[in-house]
């Protein structure tokens, strides 16, 4: 009956053919993701609010890849979103004003607006040099000069009468005194009679307020000047600048936000051209770039996002550092003689500026983890539209100078994150729920169906092609299916963590190109596999040796009693690895019960003592129907100086207490691993494969002798994918493997006596060790039952 535990060798290793004819996989399939696949289909096609995605999944499933290539395949046949770019609000420069451009003509409208400012630049000062202006403005300052002239003519007319000289200098009039037609200085004007002195005085009052008198209107007939000038500027920059305009207005003519942009360029070039391209002293180039790049500062558009200029489709956006400022955009400053100073063209965009319209990707710890971002993004995602702001506003700290116009927000969010997130964010958000209503539940493992091994299979061979390695033979190809399976720990499943596939192809192709090989084969995997492990090999190595040398207790060959051999598989860094760990348990009369030494020094974490408290309502379910149970027992895993969870050493542990209590030796060349329930059913444990090769190390270390063995529960037969060395033991019959599903059969491979069925009459055939474990639980309540009447005698 015991050989029927052993399981043949077909069964420690999965056996695989490849499909004769592996299909490309579709470029917009996700691997063996279909419940995933399906939630992002619906959440990317359900355009009403509130229907971003969370991607939910362990890391190094490559959830994150695969999520942003199944998008940029959807997005690429979707329109490309409208294009926004910000310019100057010429009446309020504090806010810049958004404006809305098609899609893919950010850019040329920039160009355009470029070209503008070289063709004014070409056009004025000239324009104000042309005959035709130069011509009015003769006229103008012709009007104005004889309105002037005939108002001095007359002061003139009539200082003659007076025998009174007017000279002009520029716009300085001076009266000198007259002798002989001919004007006196002032060391001739002395020598006159002080009658004649007092008479000139007299009349040059009289000529002074006449000439007030006649140049009353002269503030005025400035004014009219200047007006008249001005309104020449004004009609020639008119003139000079509409069939600039014209060819924009015509080509905008259905963009209204640029239509009126235009217009506002064109209202303030006035003023712009009469105060630096007005006409001057010849201008070197210095003085040209110097304009020009005041003049792109005043009017040429900040193009925010430009999709189309970017490429075709929707954009899809991985932002990986998602701060705020990367997220929403920011306001850039220039130093100025000291001073920071900004304007509409120092605005740069954010992941939202230039995923709108389309996919943002975000990793969710990285959103919570960074202050202020999760509740911008939800802000931004119920108001629909984007702010550029200081997030540290809110604390009272003044650090922007600029309000910039809002912009419209239609963006999908995936949020990519774990499970604890998710159910984190669902708990304590109540928003969340209401914002991210699709979920996409990326499963650990795939499905090992005839479908899902081509598109594995195709996409390793794409990967290997991508990345510039050699190609892969059939034989790499079955062995990297088998390490995705180990990978998986069950034989009819693949690893979700494809990456880690992928990184084996890389090492193994460095390997093929050290050796010179055309292709990778499965020489290159083993080795790259090999190579990974010996690199992360050094603790397994140490406690290896220390077994070997007899400083950690592990017997391979033998009998004892109250000892057993338990599996182990310990998580450092990188590395996994199986170690048998010697489990003991003394029994003596007393009501303690089962005292696990680990939970009493605080080592042993719940799952472990749970397994421990189950044993009891084992020993009472099967032995103690017809007495009490009595019995104080300890219970220790040996020489383990750390934290112990889980409860796969329950079965062992029970066989071990089993020993110690009835006396029968236990087979040191087993070692076991397994889950139990109250009534003595083994369930299955995880790390199978780890645990069975750890033994095997240490065996085949001190060599194998055909009678050591692992026990494993049955239903872990299907995780099995063991290293081909313990394959090949098995099949020469040096080593092997049972599996068990109940605590009998574990006990009858263990001491190599019959555990023994009970019967109608609940009794165990004499001899066998359930038989023993009964009558000795039976002594030591009964001298329990002897120690409590004394006691009372006594008393």
Not at 212 to 240: C, F, H, M, S, Y
Not at 510 to 538: C, M, P, V, W, Y
Not at 604 to 623: E, R, T
Request: proline letters at 4%; hydrophobic letters at 40%; charged letters at 25%.
């Amino acid at each position: 009956m015991l050989e029927q535990l052993k399981l043949p060798v077909s069964a420690l290793k999965l056996a695989i053919d490849l499909p004769s004819a592996a299909p490309s996989a579709q470029h917009n399939v996700i691997l063996g993701q279909n419940r995933a696949q399906s939630a992002l289909a619906f959440g990317i096609a359900m355009k009403a609010p509130g229907y971003n995605i969370f991607v939910m999944g362990d890391p190094g499933t490559g959830r994150l890849s695969m999520v942003s290539h199944y998008l940029s395949t959807y997005a690429e046949q979707q329109e490309s979103p409208l294009s926004y770019a910000y310019v100057d609000n010429f009446e309020n420069q504090r806010e810049p004003v958004a404006i809305e451009l098609p899609s893919g003509e950010g850019h040329s409208f920039a160009k355009d607006i470029e070209k503008l400012i070289d063709d004014v630049l070409a056009t004025f000062p000239a324009a104000f040099e042309s005959p035709s202006y130069q011509q009015k403005k003769t006229a103008i300052e012709r009007r104005f000069n004889q309105r002037y002239n005939a108002a001095i003519d007359l002061v003139d007319a009539k200082a003659r009468e007076m025998s009174v000289a007017l000279y002009r200098d520029s716009d300085t009039i001076t009266f000198l005194p007259i002798r002989n037609d001919k004007a006196l200085d002032e060391d001739q004007f002395t020598l006159l009679p002080q009658a004649e002195r007092d008479a000139f005085h007299q009349h040059t009052e009289e000529l002074e307020e006449f000439l007030g008198d006649v140049l009353l209107e002269l503030p005025q007939w400035r004014r009219t000047l200047v007006e008249e000038t001005r309104q020449l500027d004004n009609d020639t920059i008119k003139q000079a600048l509409e069939p600039l305009l014209a060819e924009l207005n015509d080509k905008y003519q259905n963009v209204d936000d640029v239509i009126t942009y235009l217009a506002e360029i064109e209202k303030s070039l006035s003023n712009t051209i009469g105060e630096l391209l007005m006409p001057s002293r010849s201008q070197d180039s210095r003085e040209i770039i110097a304009k020009r790049a005041a003049l792109i500062e005043q009017y040429l558009p900040n193009i925010l996002v430009d999709c189309k200029h970017d490429g075709n489709g929707a954009p899809v956006i991985y932002e990986p550092h998602p701060i705020y400022q990367n997220l929403f955009g920011r306001i850039e400053y220039i130093s100025d003689q000291g001073t920071l100073v900004t304007n509409y063209r120092r605005i740069c965009p954010g992941s939202l500026h230039r995923a709108n319209g389309g996919y943002l990707i975000l990793d969710a710890e990285k959103v919570l983890t960074y202050p202020f971002v999760w509740e911008g993004l939800k802000r931004a995602l119920q108001a629909g539209r984007i702010e550029i702001e200081s997030p540290y506003s809110e604390l009272g700290i003044n650090t922007i100078t600029l309000k910039p116009g809002v912009i419209p927000l239609n963006v999908k969010v995936i949020l990519v994150g774990s499970r604890d997130i998710y159910y984190l964010l669902e708990e304590l958000d109540s928003e969340f729920n209401e914002m991210f209503r699709v979920l996409a539940d990326f499963d650990d493992h795939i499905k090992r169906s005839p479908g899902n091994v081509s598109q594995f299979v195709t996409l390793l061979k794409r990967h290997a092609a991508d990345s510039g390695a050699k190609a892969l033979t059939d034989g790499a190809l079955l062995r990297l299916i088998e390490y995705s399976c180990r990978l998986a720990e069950n034989q009819q499943r693949l690893s979700a963590h494809v990456n880690s596939c992928l990184e084996i192809i890389a090492e193994a192709n460095l390997l093929a190109d050290q050796t010179n090989a055309a292709n990778i084969d499965k020489t290159e995997i083993e080795l790259a596999l090999s190579a990974r492990e010996q690199r992360n090999g050094r603790i397994a190595e140490a406690i290896l040796e220390e077994m070997l040398e007899g400083t950690i207790l592990i017997d391979t060959d033998g009998e004892a009693i109250g000892k057993v051999n338990g599996l182990t598989v310990m998580d450092i860094g990188g590395s996994s690895f199986g170690a048998p760990a010697r489990i003991t348990a003394t029994v003596h009369p007393g009501s303690r019960g089962i005292v696990d030494i680990e939970r009493e020094v605080e080592l042993g974490q719940p799952i472990h003592s749970k397994g421990v408290m189950i044993l009891s309502g084992y020993l009472g379910h099967c032995y103690a129907q017809q007495f009490p149970l009595a019995i104080s027992a300890s219970i220790a895993m040996e020489q383990s100086y750390g934290h112990i969870d889980g409860d796969s050493a329950s079965l062992a542990e029970l066989c071990c207490l089993i020993s110690a209590l009835t006396r029968t030796p236990i087979q040191q060349g087993f070692a076991m691993t397994g889950s139990i329930n109250q009534y003595g059913e083994v369930q299955a444990i995880g790390g199978v494969n780890e645990k069975i090769e750890g033994f095997f190390e240490l065996c085949a270390a001190r060599g194998l002798t055909g009678k050591q063995a692992v026990i494993i529960p049955a239903s872990n037969k299907r995780n099995l994918m063991l290293k081909q060395q313990v394959v090949d033991a098995v099949e020469q019959g040096l080593f092997a493997i049972y599996t068990v599903s109940s605590v009998d059969e574990a006990l009858s491979l263990l001491t190599g006596q019959e555990a023994g069925t009970i019967n109608a009459e609940g009794q165990y055939p004499e001899g066998s060790v359930n038989f023993k474990a009964v009558a000795r639980l039976k002594e030591i309540s009964d001298m329990s039952v002897d120690e409590d009447k004394e006691t009372e005698t006594g008393a």
